[in-house]
């Protein structure tokens, strides 16, 4: 197996007075991750005008949905939870596997420092109360 070595190019001018001709086009890069947020942002800022524009239900509907107003909460909360597991980026199962051997093991020692915390202050009083 072979490595090559792979130099980069200089597009400076040269030290000889060389210059790049003025006429060639220069490339542009592009931002495709800035493109795509700021097409986001539009998206965003659209559905909020849309939004601002609704109105009001009027009062006789308004009266006849109170009493499924909790249930349409409660679908809407249900709505946002699970939008919101699905952007969670869960573990895979060896990060997992090591998170939880870390927690067992962080509560081992701590319930040791309590337990011989406990002994030693048992020993204390025990001894300046004189039982």
């Known amino acids: 197996m072979a490595v090559h070595k792979i130099k980069a190019k200089d597009d400076s001018p040269s030290k000889k007075g060389k210059t790049t001709p003025a006429s060639s086009p220069s490339k542009k890069p592009t931002n495709h991750k800035a493109d795509k947020a700021a097409a986001k942002l539009a998206k965003k800022r659209a559905r909020a005008a849309k939004k601002a524009e609704r109105k009001p239900l009027p009062l006789p509907l308004r009266i006849i949905l109170a009493p499924f107003i909790p249930f349409l909460a409660f679908g809407r909360y249900v709505r946002d939870s699970w939008r919101e597991i699905r952007r969670v980026r869960w573990p895979n199962r ?33 001894k300046l109360l004189g039982a």
Do not use: C, E, H, R
């Not at 596997?97 to 406990?118: C, R």
């Open 94 to 126: 060896k990060l997992t596997w090591k998170m939880t051997v870390s927690v067992i093991v962080y509560v081992v020692i701590f319930a040791a420092i309590i337990m011989l915390l406990d002994v030693f202050f048992s020993y204390l009083f025990n």
